[in-house]
C-alpha cells in the first residue's frame, strides 16, 4: 500500500510554466488588446494541456535594459515559486500605417519572439519567432491573433516536451 501511494504521488508530478509577454514600443503605449489576447490563449492552449501556468503583467517597454531587468525579476519569483519553465515573449508592433492601431489586428503585430529557460539549470531550451501571416485570410480579426498566439503556444509546448 505504501508502494503504492508513494508511486502514484511521484508520477503526479506536473509541469509548471511562466511567461511573461513584453510589449516591445514606446513605453508611453497602454499594453495592447492583442497581447491580453495572446496572454489568455496560452492560459487556454497549456491549460487543456495538463500544464500549471502562470504568468507576470504584460509590462511596456522600449527599452532592452528594462527588459532585460523585468525579465529577470519575473523569472526569479518563478523560481522560488518552485516554476520548472519560464517563457520569455517579446510581441513587436508596428502600427505606423495602422487604419486602426487600437484594435486587436494581426497587421499591426509586427512579430513575436520568445525563450524558453529551463529554470533548474538557467539553460536555454529553445527559442523562436513568428510573424503573423496574412490577416487577409481571417474574416474575424480576433479569430486571427487567436490562431497565432495558439501556433506560438504549440512551438513553445513543442520545446517543452523533448
Not at 527599452?63 to 523560481?79: G, K, P
Not at 481571417?138 to 487567436?146: E, H, L, W
Amino acid at each position: 500500500m505504501i508502494f503504492a501511494v508513494s508511486f502514484c504521488l511521484a508520477s503526479a508530478n506536473a509541469v509548471s510554466v511562466a511567461f511573461q509577454i513584453m510589449q516591445h514600443e514606446d513605453s508611453k503605449a497602454d499594453v495592447r488588446a492583442a497581447c491580453y489576447q495572446m496572454e489568455s490563449g496560452f492560459f487556454d492552449f497549456f491549460f487543456d494541456k495538463g500544464i500549471i501556468i502562470s504568468n507576470s503583467p504584460v509590462v511596456v517597454t522600449d527599452d532592452a535594459s528594462e527588459q532585460e531587468v523585468v525579465f529577470n525579476q519575473s523569472m526569479m519569483e518563478a523560481s522560488q515559486g518552485g516554476v520548472k519553465y519560464f517563457i520569455e515573449l517579446v510581441c513587436e508592433y508596428d502600427v505606423s500605417n495602422s487604419t486602426n492601431p487600437e484594435a486587436t489586428l494581426l497587421e499591426n503585430i509586427k512579430q513575436v519572439t520568445w525563450k524558453v529557460i529551463d529554470l533548474k539549470t538557467d539553460k536555454v531550451l529553445g527559442s523562436g519567432k513568428k510573424v503573423p501571416p496574412a490577416a487577409k485570410k481571417y474574416k474575424n480579426a480576433d479569430r486571427g491573433v487567436n490562431d497565432f498566439s495558439f501556433g506560438i503556444a504549440v512551438d513553445i509546448y513543442n520545446i517543452i516536451r523533448r
